[in-house]
Structures are given as C-alpha cells and as structure tokens.
C-alpha cells in the first residue's frame, strides 16, 4: 500500500510539474498568442515539450497505481495536484493567489485527508469484485 501511495503521489507530482512547464513554456509566445502559435510550440518549445515529458510519464505511474490501488481512492486524491500547481505557480511563476483560493485549497486538503484516512488494511486483503459494484450507505 506505501509503494502504491508513493507511485501514485509521484505521478501527481510529475503532472502539476508538466503543468507548469506548459504554462511557463507559453507564456515565452508573448501576450495572447494566436491558437496556431500555441499549437506549433508543442513541436518547438523546449518547456512545452518537457511538461508533454511530464504529463506523459506522470500518466503511466497512475496506471500503475491503479493497478494496486481502488480507484475510488485514488482518484480523489489526484485534488493534491490543485494545491500543488498552485504553490508551484506561485513559487515559480510569481503568480499571486488571492486569500478566497487559499481557503479552497484547504478545504481541498481536508478531503484528501479525509479520503486518505478512509483506507482500510481490509481493504487491500480482498480481492476485487469485478463483477458487482459495493457501495457503502
């Protein structure tokens, strides 16, 4: 269950990093680039193509995650990416996040906590039932 949680907190973090990169590597065209301009950088800008790297690698990680974990809890967990690009934007970008944002990535961290703390041990012991759907009332 940690190596999973790892994986899957490795592969959020590589695609708010690949988010990054694409928001720095277009902000290099200038002020409202024309869509084709943000299209052709794909192919010709180096922090575009690196956070398409990022994003790519960050997806393949989340497979493998889900291939250990429930994707009813690791999904939700893929909010800690809000939080983390937005600190991110703001440490790197210098962008400024306002207080009312700041209060919806709280409460953003207190559902991941929540989510987080709702994992079982039990619920790694069983298998999966591929043919029913369970849902706790």
């Known amino acids: 269950m940690i190596i999973a949680v ?15 990169c694409w928001k720095y590597g277009t902000t290099q065209l200038g002020q409202k680039p024309a869509p084709a301009k943000v299209l052709a950088s794909i192919f010709t800008n180096i922090w575009v193509l690196l956070g398409f790297l990022c994003y790519g690698t960050s997806s393949l990680f989340y497979i493998v995650a889900l291939s250990r974990l429930d994707l009813s809890y690791a999904y939700p967990m893929i909010a800690l990416s809000y939080v983390l690009v937005t600190f991110l934007s703001w ?25 987080a703390s709702s994992y079982r041990a039990a619920d790694a012991s069983e298998p999966p039932a591929h043919s029913t759907v369970h849902l706790e009332r």
């Open 6 to 20: 790892g994986i899957l907190l490795l592969a959020i973090a590589l695609g708010a990093t690949g988010q990054v």
């Open 91 to 115: 440490r790197l970008l210098h962008e400024v996040v306002p207080a009312l944002r700041i209060v919806g990535l709280a409460i953003i961290i207190v559902g991941v906590i929540v989510i």
